[in-house]
Nanobody, 115 residues
Framework: VQLVESGGGLVQPGGSLRLSCRASGFTFRNYDMSWHRQAPGKEREFVAVIRSPGGTTNYADSVKGRFTISRDNLKNTVYLQMNSLKPDDTAVYYC?????????WGQGTQVTVSS
């Protein structure tokens, strides 16, 4: 299993970013995919999940209405569109998949929201 995130960077408050996570090594379309984040000095926290099949989504209250998770099963990729970004959104963002009682994680991508 390999997960590779991309798309992070520095953005001003109120700005937008789209993160991508390319997956390989498993049958992507069969599994729920999620995004998590870890801010400096804090524990990793759940951000969003998109289920499979069906595409049902759930979000942390802190990002609801601002972030959108989506997936492209042909490209084995999950996305996180982040709008109206706030300084509190600054963190390393990770995608994850749970397979056979094991969580797999990518290396993470840094998102910094600052003026």
């Amino acid at each position: 299993v390999q997960l590779v995130e991309s798309g992070g960077g520095l953005v001003q408050p109120g700005g937008s970013l789209r993160l991508s996570c390319r997956a390989s090594g498993f049958t992507f379309r069969n599994y729920d995919m999620s995004w998590h984040r870890q801010a400096p000095g804090k524990e990793r926290e759940f951000v969003a999940v998109i289920r499979s099949p069906g595409g049902t989504t759930n979000y942390a209250d802190s990002v609801k209405g601002r972030f959108t998770i989506s997936r492209d099963n042909l490209k084995n990729t999950v996305y996180l569109q982040m709008n109206s970004l706030k300084p509190d959104d600054t963190a390393v963002y990770y995608c994850s998949v749970f397979i056979s009682r094991t969580y797999y994680w990518g290396q993470g991508t840094q998102v910094t929201v600052s003026s």
